[in-house]
């Protein structure tokens, strides 16, 4: 959304006091920023999701395809593994997705009906401004007649100059009433409609990690049975990749 005020010749009675043009402003800017807030809230939420998505869609193809890993057939223990995570991933995904789709209703949808405002409001704030342009306009217009000599036919002209000028001051004078009275509502209402839609995130994202605690505290009661350390299984890992430096086809030369 931007402003930008046309440039015409001002007339020398001021129409529009300085601190009303200030109050717009301000208003007008808040707004302004409320709106690139909002339109760049809304992409990373579904940036967000959508790499959500790719996380766990990845998840359960490496679980996948770990449990078809050829190792599987031949030792045991190494296939309950596997499918006690592959089993996980996909609850995992589930989940996921449950959430995704939570997060899009209450989140993203409203995000993004939220911005399709700005435009309504971009075109308000244009209208208000050739208002502006058509009373100065005019306003100069009858300045020039009231600065001639007074004869009859400059007196008609500087009648219909008035009368020309009266429904279009009227107009300015209502739209920027109007924009006055409902920007600085439409901004502060803010809070009231995004605070369901964060609060609606958090229960979204405290239910998905809850339950991702419960499904990889149950994957690690099924494939953690030896008990060891996480310091005992770097330890029993360097052993064996030393083992497998000492054969001679991965020696160096």
């Not at 993203?108 to 309504?120: A, G, I, Q, T």
């Not at 300045?143 to 100059?161: F, N, S, W």
């Not at 964060?198 to 419960?214: D, G, K, P, S, W």
Request: with cysteine.
């Amino acid at each position: 959304m931007s402003w930008m005020p046309f440039k015409i010749g001002q007339p020398k009675k001021q129409i529009v006091s300085k601190t009303v043009e200030r109050d717009f402003e301000r208003e007008y800017d808040k707004l302004q920023k409320l709106e690139d807030q909002t339109k760049k809230l809304h992409k990373d939420m579904k940036k967000s999701t959508e790499a959500d998505i790719a996380m766990s869609k990845a998840a359960v193809k490496i679980s996948g395809d770990l449990l078809n890993n050829p190792l599987c057939e031949q030792d045991q223990a190494f296939l309950e593994s596997m499918t006690a995570l592959d089993t996980a991933m996909k609850r995992m995904d589930s989940f996921n997705q449950e959430k995704v789709n939570q997060i899009s209703k209450t989140v993203v949808d409203p995000l993004k009906k939220y911005s399709s405002v700005f435009p309504s409001l971009n075109m308000a704030v244009k209208r208000r401004e050739q208002a502006l342009q058509d009373y100065k306009r005019l306003q100069s217009k009858v300045e020039k007649y009231e600065e001639k000599e007074k004869t009859g036919p400059i007196m008609v002209k500087l009648h219909q100059a008035r009368e020309e000028l009266r429904p279009v001051r009227e107009d300015f004078e209502s739209k920027n009433k109007q924009l006055l009275d409902e920007m600085p509502k439409f901004y502060h209402s803010r809070i009231d409609y995004f605070q369901p839609s964060f609060e609606a995130l958090i229960r979204a994202q405290v239910v998905y990690f809850t339950e991702m605690h419960n499904i990889f505290s149950e994957l690690t009661d099924q494939i953690d049975q030896a008990g060891l350390t996480d310091e005992q299984r770097e330890r029993e890992n360097e052993a064996k990749l030393n083992e497998l430096r000492a054969l001679s086809i991965v020696a160096d030369d």
